[in-house]
């Protein structure tokens, strides 16, 4: 029998919800699936897995830019040109080697890529040799062509300066200049084992003029110094304005034809020079300028390149120690402009080198500090990256170097840093980061804008896995409030207790950031307080006082360091923090950080074991000073001054050819943790410096302090207490 209409118009609607039903659960599990995706782990490796970019240059002459890349620990040179600005790798180091990059240079029409490869040598002149190869290592400067092609070793050399043609290098052996061909086959007749000119006093940062016809440079002379230039062309040698004072800092104005110089006061009756700027002991600070100079500190002269002669242009007001420690200028145009610090923040400021009698405008004004500038090729911008505004972050500003209203150019959450003017003064190539995305290379408008990302992640890269920090003010106990970022993991749960980790940064004067850093080591810690957060773990990254991007007196706050150790009450307020958060295990807090960051996190475990259930120290240095007088204030302010009151677990890693931190801080501490009965693990990287130079070696130290916190924090397993070695390839 027929169905009704009734009955069918009813079985239309069961089947009807029983699609939607079905579509509803298709799309619940849909849902579900991509939320499970959305979760699911991922790696270390991932998260590092990103190139990290530094040394960002452009070229005078041509709209060309290019950058050192940092990649799983292969570096490379890229470059890019307008109007695309495509990035091309120009260099094949293809392995994890520890060759270091540096120094990155370009021709004035970027045609010739320079760099220098090997690391610096320490004390004793030996280049680190991570990889322990038998033919040991060497620091050399290298060429590659932007347009590709194999790359070439040019000479041997701790530090250098490209002719602006790309033709030559200068470069300082033995307090003399010398100069190599960039093409050895173009200019086999040069001696590169002999300088290019021999001149009395010890000689050095050469600086190319404009043209690449002349060189200036620094001949120190002890108690006194001097400018001179070399004509290339006409082999001579003269000397701007030669006096009795301790000239430094040659900076060739657009054309050639002038230097800008620093002028300090001489050093008087047989005192010396360290480093060409500072008296020896003879003399107490400040005594010199005090009783032989009158007061002044310092003056800006300009000279005359073709005759010699200079005039002061700007003179420091007796006993004013606002401008005191002014150490580099830039001739830009028609004024001089210079970084100073006169109050609490770092600032640049300019002089008009036409009127003698004028006083410094201050070219960036504002609460925060200014980091790094680039000048447009005609010297009327100063371009500059700076925290007004933003306190943990970086904006990028520009001003007339002949004063006037500062332009911000980018705004919002980001991090903009180290921007690079293009030779039209059309564009600027910049370092951009944020929360969730790595540094990375960009291109923008001279005048404002968007920033263009030109560089690409990789797939495996976890972008969207990515946790937004948030700023949290702290007190300690004295008073002094600090301002910390808090990586809280994506999913909370509903009163459940975590355990919590502080990363401490080193330095001290560092600063961490609400995002990505510009800074290598500190780009990798970001990215693990943020893997550490999708563990489970609630993060805190402090920045406790003497740190920068606060002022400075955050930075010189007193009795830091050997001085009184006044900075670990913001690491213990810090951990109290923590335990009094509802969603904090307060038995189960850790502490890592590298350098500085290692000697707070040692301090933590000693001061306050009955906090910090864990450590992880990273080439900490324990032992302030050379006393151990247990009454010396270097001594108690030291990590072993408390380490009879040390209970919690570490990890200890250092690598032996440390040049920041001696390994014999590691030495000594263990011997104490053993002594002490104090739970300690070890890994040692033979041959490696401070900020380890093999990749595997980061990949090896983040999963051992993972794994370390994992057993300490997550499941209790004790500790030994023999100090057993877990090796360190």
Same mark, same amino acid.
């Given at each position: 029998?027929?169905?009704?209409?009734?009955?069918?118009?009813?079985?239309?609607?069961?089947?009807?919800?029983? #699609?939607?039903?079905?579509?509803?659960?298709?799309?619940?599990?849909?849902?579900?699936?991509?939320?499970?995706?959305?979760?699911?782990?991922?790696?270390?490796?991932?998260?590092?897995?990103?190139?990290?970019?530094?040394?960002?240059?452009?070229?005078?002459?041509?709209?060309?830019?290019?950058?050192? %890349?940092?990649?799983?620990?292969?570096?490379?040179?890229?470059?890019?040109?307008?109007?695309?600005?495509?990035?091309?790798?120009?260099?094949?180091?293809? *392995?994890?080697?520890?060759?270091?990059?540096?120094?990155? !240079?370009?021709?004035?029409?970027?045609?010739?890529?320079?760099?220098?490869? =090997?690391?610096?040598?320490?004390?004793? =002149?030996?280049?680190?040799?991570?990889?322990?190869?038998?033919?040991?290592?060497? &620091?050399?400067?290298?060429?590659?062509?932007?347009?590709?092609?194999?790359?070439? /070793?040019?000479?041997?050399? &701790?530090?250098?300066?490209?002719?602006?043609?790309?033709?030559?290098?200068?470069?300082?052996?033995?307090?003399?200049?010398?100069?190599?061909?960039?093409?050895?086959?173009?200019?086999?007749?040069?001696?590169?084992?002999?300088?290019?000119?021999?001149?009395?006093?010890?000689?050095?940062?050469?600086?190319?003029?404009?043209?690449?016809?002349?060189?200036?440079?620094?001949?120190?002379?002890?108690?006194?110094?001097?400018?001179?230039?070399?004509?290339?062309? /006409?082999?001579?040698?003269?000397?701007?304005?030669? =006096?009795?004072?301790?000239?430094?800092?040659?900076?060739?104005?657009?054309?050639?034809?002038?230097?800008?110089?620093?002028?300090?006061?001489?050093?008087?009756?047989?005192?010396?020079?360290?480093?060409?700027?500072?008296?020896?002991?003879?003399?107490?600070?400040?005594?010199?300028?005090?009783?032989?100079?009158?007061?002044?500190?310092?003056?800006?002269?300009?000279?005359?390149?073709?005759?010699?002669?200079?005039? %002061?242009?700007?003179?420091?007001?007796?006993?004013? +120690?606002?401008?005191?420690?002014?150490?580099?200028?830039?001739?830009?145009?028609?004024?001089?402009?210079?970084?100073?610090?006169?109050?609490?923040?770092?600032?640049?400021?300019?002089?008009?080198?036409? %009127?003698?009698?004028?006083?410094?405008?201050?070219?960036?004004?504002?609460?925060?500090?200014?980091?790094?500038?680039?000048?447009?090729?005609?010297?009327?911008?100063?371009?500059?990256?700076?925290?007004?505004?933003?306190?943990?972050?970086?904006?990028?500003?520009?001003?007339?170097?002949?004063?006037?209203?500062?332009?911000?150019?980018?705004?919002?959450?980001?991090?903009?840093?180290?921007?690079?003017?293009?030779?039209?003064?059309?564009?600027?190539?910049?370092?951009?980061?944020?929360?969730?995305?790595?540094?990375?290379?960009?291109?923008?408008?001279?005048?404002?804008?968007?920033?263009?990302?030109?560089?690409?992640?990789?797939?495996?890269?976890? #972008?969207?896995?990515?946790?937004?920090?948030?700023?949290?003010?702290?007190?300690?106990?004295?008073?002094?409030?600090?301002?910390? !970022?808090?990586?809280?993991?994506?999913?909370?749960?509903?009163?459940?207790?975590?355990?919590?980790?502080?990363?401490?940064?080193? =330095?001290?004067?560092?600063?961490?950031?609400?995002?990505?850093?510009?800074?290598?080591?500190?780009?990798?810690?970001?990215?693990?307080?943020?893997?550490?957060?999708?563990?489970?773990?609630?993060?805190?990254?402090?920045?406790?006082?003497?740190?920068?991007?606060?002022?400075?007196?955050?930075?010189?706050?007193?009795?830091?360091?050997?001085?009184?150790?006044?900075?670990?009450?913001?690491?213990?307020?810090?951990? &109290?923090? #923590?335990?009094?958060?509802?969603?904090?295990?307060?038995?189960?807090?850790?502490?890592?950080?590298?350098?500085?960051?290692?000697?707070?996190?040692?301090?933590?475990?000693?001061?306050?074991?009955?906090?910090?259930?864990?450590?992880?120290?990273?080439?900490?240095?324990?032992?302030?000073?050379?006393?151990?007088?247990?009454?010396?204030?270097?001594?108690?302010?030291?990590?072993?001054? %408390?380490? +009879?009151?040390?209970?919690?677990?570490?990890?200890?890693?250092?690598?032996? *050819?440390?040049?920041?931190?001696?390994?014999?801080?590691?030495?000594?501490?263990?011997? #104490?943790?053993?002594?002490?009965?104090?739970?300690?693990?070890?890994?040692?990287?033979?041959?490696?410096?401070? *900020?380890?130079?093999?990749?595997?070696?980061?990949?090896?130290?983040?999963?051992?302090?993972?794994?370390?916190? +994992?057993?300490?924090?997550?499941?209790?397993?004790?500790?030994?207490?023999?100090?057993?070695?877990?090796?360190?390839?």
């Amino acid at each position: 029998m027929p169905a009704s209409p009734g009955r069918r118009t009813s079985a239309r609607r069961v089947m009807l919800f029983t #699609l939607i039903a079905q579509c509803a659960l298709c799309a619940t599990a849909s849902v579900q699936g991509a939320a499970a995706q959305t979760r699911s782990p991922f790696s270390v490796e991932d998260i590092l897995s990103p190139g990290f970019p530094f040394e960002l240059i452009a070229a005078s002459g041509t709209d060309r830019i290019a950058w050192i %890349e940092y990649e799983r620990g292969m570096r490379n040179v890229w470059t890019a040109t307008a109007p695309q600005y495509e990035p091309t790798r120009v260099t094949a180091y293809l *392995d994890d080697d520890g060759h270091d990059l540096s120094g990155l !240079q370009i021709s004035a029409d970027g045609s010739v890529l320079a760099f220098l490869r =090997g690391h610096e040598p320490n004390r004793d =002149g030996w280049v680190a040799n991570p990889s322990s190869d038998p033919r040991g290592a060497e &620091r050399a400067v290298w060429a590659v062509s932007s347009a590709g092609g194999r790359a070439w /070793r040019v000479v041997e050399a &701790r530090s250098f300066a490209l002719s602006p043609d790309g033709r030559w290098v200068a470069y300082v052996r033995d307090g003399q200049i010398h100069r190599a061909p960039v093409n050895p086959g173009l200019e086999s007749a040069d001696r590169v084992d002999a300088p290019l000119f021999r001149a009395f006093g010890n000689n050095g940062s050469p600086v190319w003029s404009p043209d690449g016809r002349r060189i200036a440079f620094v001949s120190e002379r002890g108690d006194h110094s001097f400018i001179g230039v070399y004509n290339t062309q /006409r082999p001579r040698i003269s000397y701007l304005a030669p =006096g009795v004072d301790r000239d430094q800092s040659p900076s060739w104005s657009q054309d050639g034809r002038s230097i800008a110089f620093i002028r300090r006061p001489g050093l008087p009756f047989g005192a010396s020079a360290q480093r060409g700027d500072a008296p020896d002991s003879v003399f107490p600070p400040g005594m010199l300028e005090s009783r032989f100079a009158g007061g002044h500190t310092f003056t800006i002269h300009v000279a005359d390149v073709e005759t010699g002669e200079g005039r %002061e242009v700007w003179r420091n007001a007796p006993d004013d +120690q606002r401008f005191a420690e002014v150490r580099r200028i830039h001739l830009a145009g028609d004024h001089v402009v210079f970084e100073a610090e006169p109050g609490d923040w770092r600032h640049w400021f300019s002089i008009s080198i036409h %009127e003698p009698t004028a006083r410094p405008v201050q070219l960036t004004p504002g609460e925060g500090f200014v980091e790094a500038v680039s000048l447009s090729s005609d010297g009327r911008w100063l371009y500059y990256a700076a925290n007004m505004g933003d306190i943990d972050r970086r904006d990028l500003w520009r001003v007339r170097t002949g004063g006037g209203r500062p332009e911000q150019l980018t705004r919002g959450d980001a991090v903009e840093h180290y921007p690079a003017v293009l030779a039209s003064g059309r564009h600027i190539a910049l370092l951009h980061a944020s929360a969730a995305r790595p540094l990375s290379v960009a291109v923008m408008n001279a005048d404002g804008g968007e920033p263009r990302v030109i560089t690409t992640l990789p797939p495996a890269f976890p #972008l969207a896995r990515h946790v937004e920090p948030v700023n949290v003010t702290i007190t300690a106990a004295d008073g002094v409030q600090t301002n910390n !970022q808090l990586f809280l993991p994506p999913d909370p749960g509903s009163g459940e207790r975590r355990p919590a980790l502080i990363f401490i940064h080193g =330095g001290s004067r560092r600063q961490m950031l609400l995002g990505y850093h510009y800074m290598h080591f500190y780009h990798m810690a970001y990215a693990m307080n943020q893997y550490f957060a999708n563990r489970g773990y609630v993060v805190l990254s402090i920045n406790y006082r003497s740190g920068i991007g606060y002022g400075r007196a955050f930075r010189t706050a007193p009795e830091v360091g050997g001085r009184g150790n006044a900075e670990y009450r913001d690491v213990i307020a810090a951990g &109290r923090w #923590l335990q009094g958060r509802a969603d904090v295990d307060p038995g189960r807090v850790g502490v890592w950080g590298l350098s500085y960051g290692g000697v707070l996190t040692a301090q933590a475990l000693a001061r306050n074991s009955d906090v910090f259930a864990a450590g992880v120290d990273i080439a900490g240095v324990h032992l302030w000073g050379n006393s151990i007088d247990p009454d010396a204030v270097s001594f108690r302010s030291s990590v072993i001054a %408390e380490v +009879q009151n040390w209970k919690s677990p570490v990890l200890l890693i250092h690598g032996d *050819d440390d040049r920041n931190v001696s390994f014999s801080q590691t030495v000594g501490l263990v011997q #104490l943790l053993r002594a002490h009965d104090v739970p300690h693990e070890l890994i040692v990287f033979p041959d490696d410096v401070h *900020d380890f130079l093999l990749h595997s070696r980061w990949l090896t130290s983040f999963h051992a302090t993972e794994d370390f916190f +994992q057993r300490t924090l997550i499941r209790g397993q004790p500790v030994r207490v023999d100090g057993s070695a877990r090796g360190g390839r």
